[in-house]
């Protein structure tokens, strides 16, 4: 099967460089595959699990990534993204004090713009609760 070169790249650091078979990516309307000789393409991604397969491998590595976009051109996909995680990394007690916090924050009067921000904190926390508990 032919692959192609990804690499993902968060805000602190770069959490993945290497060829892949496929890689599936959160966005607006969902989730979007891309393999190998995809056409050139720029995609807004969303908060969400993205699974990518190495090229030599048939499991699938899974993360848990933040807004960003994905461009894919000349077979090579890059990923910049706020946040990226592996399950491993991933403190659930943490998380799932960060879903409490989120969820009071979003029953007290908030402005529109603090209103977003705890809807995106929200939806970060129960991501990341989701996949580790799905691949832990």
């Keep these: 099967m032919s692959s192609f070169y990804l690499k993902v ?6 959490f993945y460089s290497g ?3 496929s890689v599936i990516i959160p966005d607006m309307d969902g989730e979007k595959e891309i393999l190998a000789h995809h056409e050139d393409l720029v995609i807004a991604m969303m908060d969400g699990e993205m699974r990518f397969q190495e090229e030599n491998s048939t499991e699938w590595k ?4 933040g807004r960003g976009f994905a461009q894919i051109a000349h077979n090579r996909v890059t990923v ?5 995680e592996s399950p491993e990394e991933i403190d ?6 960060a879903l409490e916090r989120a969820e009071e924050q979003l029953r007290q009067k908030q ?5 977003y ?20």
Excluded: G, P, W
Aim: net charge positive; hydrophobic share 45%; glycine share 0%.
């Design 9 to 14: 790249i968060a805000a602190n650091r770069m």
């Design 19 to 21: 060829r892949c078979r």
């Design 62 to 65: 899974h993360a848990v990534v």
């Design 80 to 84: 910049l993204v706020e946040t990226a």
């Design 92 to 97: 659930i007690a943490r998380a799932k004090e």
């Design 111 to 115: 402005s529109i713009q603090e209103y």
């Design 117 to 136: 921000h705890s809807s995106a904190s929200l939806a970060r926390a129960m991501t990341r609760l989701k996949v580790t508990s799905k691949y832990l």
